[in-house]
């Protein structure tokens, strides 16, 4: 599955990213599409998601700060992410489809390659 998440590197708290996942067309188009992250020793978990109208949804922690977004002419979804924190480092995963809030063991998604997002003084 390629599912290519680009945009991520270090930044300091406070400041502002904004990660790209091009999908190919076959998982974009008519699917929900949603990011989410993996911190070091923890479950990868929901950041945000996106239905194919446009209504989104947010996990507590990105509320306010994130926001998900949708390209449909390039199959292309975004997270802009502001104000970061120390506790946003993760590495950073878009999907399609993905039923989980926080991914069990086994979880199956349609995964790609992350984005290493570190967010540090």
């Known amino acids: 599955v390629q599912l290519q998440a680009s945009g991520g590197g270090l930044v300091q708290p406070g400041g502002s990213l904004r990660l790209s996942c091009a999908a190919p067309?076959?998982?974009?188009?008519?699917?929900?599409m949603g990011w989410y992250r993996q911190a070091p020793g923890k479950r990868r978990e929901l950041v945000a998601s996106?239905?194919?109208?446009?209504?989104?949804n947010y996990a507590q922690a990105g509320k306010g700060r994130f926001t998900i977004s949708r390209d449909n002419a390039k199959n292309i979804v975004y997270l802009q992410m502001n104000n970061l924190e120390p506790e946003d480092t993760a590495v950073y995963y878009c999907?399609?489809?993905?039923?989980?809030?926080?991914?069990?063991?086994?979880?199956?998604?349609?995964w790609g390659q992350g984005t290493l997002v570190t967010v540090s003084s």
């Open positions: 999907t399609a489809d993905c039923p989980y809030i926080i991914v069990p063991p086994g979880g199956s998604c349609p």
């Open positions: 067309e076959s998982i974009f188009r008519g699917n929900h």
């Open positions: 996106i239905t194919t109208a446009g209504t989104t």
